[in-house]
């Protein structure tokens, strides 16, 4: 086998090992949400459902969900929740999720508030979602829904167009930085061969003990 031959096994191996540790770790990572979630269980609060932006509980009180943690955890309505509540502060936990269905659409804006315009129909989405994002009329989004409840009135934001914009601005940064350095570089080069070419002056002592001023290059000194 030959040298070559060695070195593509070896990157088969590798890739074959990183599948077998990316499921490894997939798993883990489901055990560790699903304990997650037990332990939420177990804390003593009040459960409710979740219907866009507040939850609702069982006696039919609602209670506001803060949309920060609507948006992050991108809570579809049905979802369970648990309210626990720390002093004079209201935690509000997923418990379970619904079945969601991802959908494509144009976000527009009525009122003040922003939509999803999808062909299942007009979603209601978090403002703060959007402008976090820095969302605008007419980029295409992708929300999720209740799989079983396309009825629903609202969605959430799961991607922005200007979500790959922004990952592209980021990604062009590096290499504009490293040209900046690299002719700042080149610069200070040019300046310190132009200093080298400058005359500079060497004292020359005559027989007669008088001294005189050679103007000559830096090149003749070598």
């Known amino acids: 086998m030959s040298q070559l031959e060695n070195r593509v096994k070896n990157i088969e191996n ?18 560790l949400d699903s304990d997650l979630k037990s332990s939420y ?26 949309p920060n943690y609507s948006a992050k955890s991108m809570l579809v309505v049905g979802d369970n929740l648990k309210m626990i509540e720390e002093g004079d502060k209201k935690l509000f936990k997923q418990v379970s999720k ?54 629903s009135p609202y969605a959430s934001l799961e991607k922005l167009e200007n979500d790959r914009e922004v990952e592209s601005i980021k990604a062009d940064t590096k290499p504009v930085k490293k040209v900046e350095k690299e002719e700042k570089k080149e610069e200070k080069k040019e300046k310190i061969s132009k200093s080298a070419k400058k005359p500079v002056t060497k004292k020359k002592e005559t027989k007669k003990g008088e001294v005189t001023v050679d103007s000559i290059l830096e090149d003749d000194l070598v």
Do not use: C
Request: aromatic share 8%; hydrophobic share 40%; charged share 30%.
């Open 14 to 31: 590798l890739l074959v090992n990183a599948e077998k540790n990316l499921r490894k770790a997939q798993a883990l990572l489901q055990t």
């Open 41 to 66: 269980e177990d804390i003593p609060g009040l459960l409710g459902v979740f219907d866009g932006e507040y939850m609702l509980s069982a006696d039919g009180k609602k209670y506001e969900v803060n």
């Open 98 to 151: 619904v079945p969601r269905k991802r959908l494509t659409g144009i976000l527009n804006k009525k009122e003040g508030k922003w939509y999803a315009l999808t062909d299942a129909g007009s979603y209601r989405v978090l403002d703060v979602a959007v402008e976090f994002r820095h969302g605008q009329i007419n980029d295409e989004v992708i929300v999720l829904v209740p799989e079983e409840n396309l009825n």
